[in-house]
């Protein structure tokens, strides 16, 4: 085993799952945002809790309206994902009729048609930081694809079809760990 050192703090080699969060805006648009610091939590119940750094439109509309969808990103979806991580969501038109956009079965919340696992989530408390703020919330329902439900499949087989992204070091992994591009750079697709 080699040394340990100390570096400058970061969480590179600690990947975390991405999602796009759905919300609405103000004149009923959707709105899509790219995050991945996404965790889950216990209260009596099985929740989420989830932080969003800096001013963005996403994080607005969640504290506006506390109810957004937390849509899983696949490997299939993240040229989409990363276009709606790396563009501006007061930007008129970042959503276009090309997306395919669906509403939540509990909650009035956007989804992406095309993410197999999608929470419908209530923001109940908040935590504001310097600039960040941390969510904790109440998941009011979980939509998944039905072949995911199907327990003859091995749990492996049901992961790899599903085919989740992660993230660190700004760039984007496969399930199995390969690099498929750098932040921003698979929007351009």
Known sequence: MSEKISVPISNDF???????????????RSDFGLFCWFSYLWDGELGVMMCIGEDKQTRDNIRKNRHFSACLVTEKMLPLADYLGNSDGRIPGKISADIAVEKGRKLDVPILSDSPVVFELEA?????????EVFLCKIHNVLMDNDLTDQSVPLEKRIGDVAPVSTTCETYFSWDGKAIGGWGELAEK
């Open 14 to 28: 600690c990947p975390q799952t991405l999602f796009c969060y759905g919300t609405y805006c103000d004149d009923g």
């Open 124 to 132: 109940t408390r908040s935590i504001p930081l310097d600039d960040g």
